[in-house]
T-cell receptor, first 115, second 110 residues
Framework: DTAVSQTPKYLVTQMGNDKSIKCEQNLGHDTMYWYKQDSKKFLKIMFSYNNKELIINETVPNRFSPKSPDKAHLNLHINSLELGDSAVYFC??????????????FGEGSRLTVL | EDQVTQSPEALRLQEGESSSLNCSYTVSGLRGLFWYRQDPGKGPEFLFTLYSAGEEKEKERLKATLTKKESFLHITAPKPEDSATYLCAVQAIGYNKLIFGAGTRLAVHP
């Protein structure tokens, strides 16, 4: 029973197109994240939602729009795709407490290739 | 600016050859330091959290330690199945996000 699942696993698309990635967690966590891992393997946070409320929005182009319909789901929509958007996008969740974010549970990633 | 630097970038070991991976960090106030393992084509998998200097955590052949400026991941008598990329991340006080280093790619050969 997958804890954090994201779909699709692979996307190949042309520049200028719009695409979405979906994420669901069944851990009961209240916080979800989108991270981007580039070709150099750096994982950088993009967004974080806590109970459907946006709490972290790093300097990400506004072509990227996250949506959280409920605390178990966090989707990422990308408009007008550019070559530089090619990367692996990871969804993660955690249970925030007084000790901080706690351990993050990651999905398997969605590899986006923009041609 | 909060920053995490890992070294070496890549490490090749023979099976049974112990070694250490380094994670140096600069953070305004450390809430926690995290170690993750990432296998090719997979998401990072949590290993340890360390909260204060002097703290140590162990799991099988792995042992993580923490000082005020760096953390070490010691691998004792590694096996080929320990081959992976090991990622270090820090959380600063007041921020609900992890800042990751670029990772160390470990290859253990029989």
């Amino acid at each position: 029973d997958t804890a954090v699942s994201q779909t699709p696993k692979y996307l190949v698309t042309q520049m200028g197109n719009d695409k979405s990635i979906k994420c669901e967690q069944n851990l009961g966590h209240d916080t979800m994240y989108w991270y981007k891992q580039d070709s150099k393997k750096f994982l950088k946070i993009m967004f974080s939602y806590n109970n459907k409320e946006l709490i972290i929005n790093e300097t990400v182009p506004n072509r990227f729009s996250p949506k959280s319909p409920d605390k178990a789901h966090l989707n990422l929509h990308i408009n007008s795709l550019e070559l530089g958007d090619s990367a692996v996008y990871f969804c993660a969740s955690s249970q925030v407490s007084g000790l901080g974010t706690g351990e993050l549970f990651f999905g398997e990633g969605s590899r986006l290739t923009v041609l | 600016e909060d920053q995490v630097t890992q070294s070496p970038e890549a490490l090749r070991l023979q099976e049974g050859e112990s070694s250490s991976l380094n994670c140096s960090y600069t953070v305004s106030g450390l809430r926690g330091l995290f170690w993750y393992r990432q296998d090719p084509g997979k998401g990072p998998e949590f290993l340890f959290t360390l909260y204060s200097a002097g703290e140590e955590k162990e799991k099988e052949r792995l042992k993580a330690t923490l000082t005020k400026k760096e953390s070490f991941l010691h691998i004792t008598a590694p096996k080929p199945e320990d081959s992976a990329t090991y990622l270090c991340a820090v959380q600063a006080i007041g921020y609900n996000k992890l800042i990751f280093g670029a990772g160390t790619r470990l290859a253990v050969h029989p």
